[in-house]
Structure formats: C-alpha cells, structure tokens
C-alpha cells in the first residue's frame, strides 16, 4: 500500500511564492509519475503538473512559467515551487501517483492515477 502525504500550503499574498511537497511511502521503486491536481471550492478537480520517473514533465496551460515541479527519487518526494501566485490558485491541492503510464497529455486525466494523498490548503490573497 502506497500513502501519500503533502505538506507546505498556507496562506500567501498575491504575487508571493510556495513551496509544496509530496511524500511517498510503502513503495521502493520510483519508476512511477507523480502528479498535482487541486480543487476550489464549488469547482471541479483539476489538474496542475505531472513527473515522470525520468524526468519528463507535464503543466496545465494555467500554471506554466509559474510552477515547477520536481522529484527527489532518493527521497521519494515531488516537490512543486509555485512563483508569482494570483488568487485564482486558491485551492486544495492533491498530490497523486501513476504507477502505470508516462508522463503526457493523459496525466490531466485524474482517473489515470492510483493513490492520491488527503490535500493541503494553499490560499492567496489579493
């Protein structure tokens, strides 16, 4: 059984940065994608950026040049740095893990992934 635990949400204010991590544990082999997907209140999930195992990455249009996302295989954590933030990136953000598929257009789709961790709060204010 693989959990998933992220730390490093908080509150922020428009234009500020955070960091966010993902911790994976009960699983030894890193040959996996690692996701992050977020969701408003009243809105849909939604997805933000995907790691392969190699390194290839994936961003939603919304956050590209503003969010980066990383891995530490040795530490089998996904981190996502996320710069100039707007108050329109207020949400619970989720990490998740594939253990099945590469890193490409099919990793927006949240059905793809098999674990996924309990969430924490980013807020930015205006």
């Known amino acids: 059984q693989v959990q998933l635990v992220e730390s490093g949400g908080g509150l922020v204010q428009a234009g500020g940065s955070l960091r966010l991590s993902c911790a994976a544990s009960?699983?030894?082999?890193?040959?996996?994608?690692m996701g992050w997907f977020r969701q408003a209140p009243g809105k849909e999930r939604e997805f933000v950026a995907a790691?392969?195992?190699?390194?290839?990455?994936y961003y939603a249009d919304s956050v590209k040049g503003r969010f980066t996302i990383s891995r530490d295989n040795a530490k089998n954590t996904v981190l996502l740095q996320m710069n100039s933030l707007k108050p329109e990136d207020t949400a619970v953000y989720y990490c998740?893990?594939?253990?099945?598929?590469?890193?490409?257009?099919?990793?927006?789709?949240?059905?793809?992934?098999?674990?996924w961790g309990q969430g924490t709060q980013v807020t930015v204010s205006s």
């Open positions: 998740a893990l594939d253990l099945w598929h590469a890193v490409g257009a099919r990793s927006a789709n949240a059905a793809m992934y098999d674990y």
């Open positions: 790691i392969g195992w190699s390194d290839s990455t």
């Open positions: 009960g699983r030894t082999s890193t040959s996996y994608a």
